[in-house]
């Protein structure tokens, strides 16, 4: 399925690839769909570029197109999989799930992306070379598009890797992702750890020229408005939570190495020197869909603790609509991933929102903010110990709370949707 926009004009084309799992607009979440999605809607305000973006289909996508009405300079590619692929990711990924097998997301959409990557390739060799720039996200493997067909000769001379994560393995496509325009990281650390990788697979690694670092960006205007601050008490009331309890906040997937695990350890420690105390844990394994986890369970146990039963909620996946209004909710923001972040969205989305934040130095997140706008913790073994320390200084220090708070939104402002958009479309159309 395919939607064209027929006042192309002779803005620059852009390709936007995303990654074949989740689909743009970004009806099932997502943080790096959400992310194409602040730049779709800037650019139609901004009129840079026209993208043609490529995307797999869910059949919420229509109604959201009726109610958003239509794009005049971004046209959207559906790729539609074929049920017989899906059953046989379905059952794949069960298979995973009994056998305990880690990295259980890697099972989920294998065949769905290889069906949406030859579609992909098929496409970009009917244009013959019509889009001017393309952007990939993400994934080395979406580099395989650029095997076939020609399209590697077309199109990797004016291609841009928006890369959010690590970079584990290269799919057979060490020479294309050494060939295209530049890198654009999400923090320098993504970026340097990629040029490593390259080298570690026997690659020349990558030019100066092509390292590329656009940190992320969100709606900042969206939150602490009035009408956030009116559906977090709704949100509260909802939730059971006082006006008077104090409310430390997480968001993010529910998985080992966003740190759950610990802040519930920690918040128990806590609740026993702070009554008013609550934990308001919002999330789920993997976005807008009915996955869980063992860890989702393990959580749950730990909540189920005699200390803070009825002091931890669990909201389960929040819509993009509804985080203004959740944060608006919080006193306390605490994001305390345990692996390399490379540059969380809720870091930002805490600065955006006013709280004070308590995070770790780890990964990307040192760029984002620093010990003027944020506690930051080192993640090593004393990390609950640290959590709980901290928590306990915001939570008997209200003066501190806000002052951190209004240090951390000042400092959100270098990362609104206009200046996301454009560090990307600078280095895109350079």
């Not at 026209?50 to 005049?72: C, K, M």
């Not at 949100?235 to 190495?257: C, N, P, Q």
Request: hydrophobic share 40%; aromatic share 10%.
């Amino acid at each position: 399925m395919k939607t064209r926009d027929h006042q192309m004009g002779t803005l620059p084309q852009v390709a936007l690839i995303t990654g074949g799992t989740l689909p743009v607009p970004n009806v099932q979440g997502g943080a790096i769909e959400s992310l194409d999605m602040l730049l779709i809607e800037e650019n139609e305000k901004q009129a840079v570029c026209h993208f043609t973006v490529f995307s797999v289909w869910n059949p919420a996508i229509e109604q959201f197109l009726r109610d958003r009405g239509p794009y005049r300079h971004t046209s959207f590619v559906f790729i539609k999989t074929p049920r017989l692929f899906h059953v046989g990711d379905h059952v794949m990924y069960r298979l995973a799930k009994a056998a305990h097998r880690a990295n259980l997301m890697g099972y989920k959409y294998i065949l769905q992306r290889l069906w949406f990557l030859r579609q992909v390739s098929l496409h970009l060799a009917r244009a013959n070379a019509e889009f001017h720039k393309v952007i990939i996200e993400n994934s080395a493997a979406s580099f395989r598009i650029f095997k076939r067909h020609g399209n590697g000769a077309q199109y990797l001379g004016n291609t841009y890797f928006h890369l959010h994560n690590e970079v584990f393995h290269a799919f057979g496509c060490l020479r294309e992702l050494q060939e295209i325009r530049k890198v654009l990281g999400v923090s320098k650390y993504i970026t340097d750890n990629f040029h490593n990788y390259l080298l570690s697979q026997g690659g020349r690694g990558l030019l100066e020229k092509q390292r590329g670092v656009c940190h992320n960006g969100i709606d900042t205007a969206g939150f602490g408005t009035a009408k956030a601050i009116r559906e977090a008490r709704n949100l509260r009331a909802r939730h059971g939570i006082a006006e008077d309890e104090l409310v430390f906040f997480f968001a993010g997937r529910l998985t080992e190495d966003k740190g759950a695990k610990e802040l519930v350890e920690a918040f128990i420690e806590v609740a026993r020197s702070v009554p008013e105390a609550r934990l308001v844990v919002a999330g789920a394994f993997f976005f807008d869909t009915s996955m869980s986890s063992a860890y989702q369970e393990e959580l749950r146990k730990l909540a189920s603790n005699p200390q803070v039963r009825n002091r931890i909620t669990f909201t389960g996946y929040i819509d993009h609509d509804d985080i203004p209004a959740a944060y608006a909710m919080a006193d306390i923001c605490v994001m305390p991933s345990t692996w390399q972040e490379p540059a969380g969205l809720t870091i930002i989305e805490s600065l955006a929102a006013g709280k004070p934040l308590i995070t770790t130095r780890s990964g990307g997140i040192p760029e984002y903010v620093d010990d003027s706008s944020a506690i930051l913790i080192d993640c090593n073994d004393d990390l609950r110990s640290s959590l709980t320390d901290a928590m306990l200084r915001l939570a008997t220090d209200p003066d501190f709370r806000t002052r951190l708070g209004r240090r951390g939104k000042t400092r959100a402002s270098r990362y609104s949707a206009a200046a996301y958009y454009r560090r990307i479309i600078d280095s895109v159309l350079e």
